[in-house]
């Protein structure tokens, strides 16, 4: 079994940063793409970037130059570093996977539990 783990979220002013976290373990060969959705109450669940294999990137116009994605491949580790936070940024944040168990074998989407981002004064 395949499970994603998330951490780091919190309790931030605007302006300030957070860190998120995402560890992936159990039974992976390999990992195509990870990224960060996140949903607000009341709006549909939102790409905000994602990282492939291969350490390509995209972003969400609406973080370009405040967050940066990152990877580390030997952990299986999935990182969410997010500066100058707005209160929009508010929202509950998952982790994704595109990963394969079996050497060759089909690829399958994988989700985290969430953690929950709240940007407030």
């Known amino acids: 079994q395949v499970q994603l783990v998330e951490s780091g979220g919190g309790l931030v002013q605007p302006g300030g940063s957070l860190r998120l976290s995402c560890a992936a373990s159990g039974s992976i060969v390999s990992i195509y793409v990870m990224a960060w959705y996140r949903q607000a109450p009341g709006k549909q669940r939102e790409l905000v970037a994602r990282i492939t294999s291969g350490g390509s990137t995209n972003y969400v116009d609406a973080v370009k130059g405040r967050f940066a994605i990152s990877r580390d491949s030997a952990e299986n580790t999935l990182y969410l570093q997010m500066n100058s936070l707005k209160p929009e940024d508010t929202a509950v944040y998952y982790c994704?996977?595109?990963?394969?168990?079996?050497?060759?074998?089909?690829?399958?989407?994988?989700w985290g539990q969430g953690t929950q981002v709240t940007v407030s004064s």
């Open positions: 994704y996977a595109e990963l394969s168990t079996v050497l060759g074998g089909a690829r399958y989407q994988w």
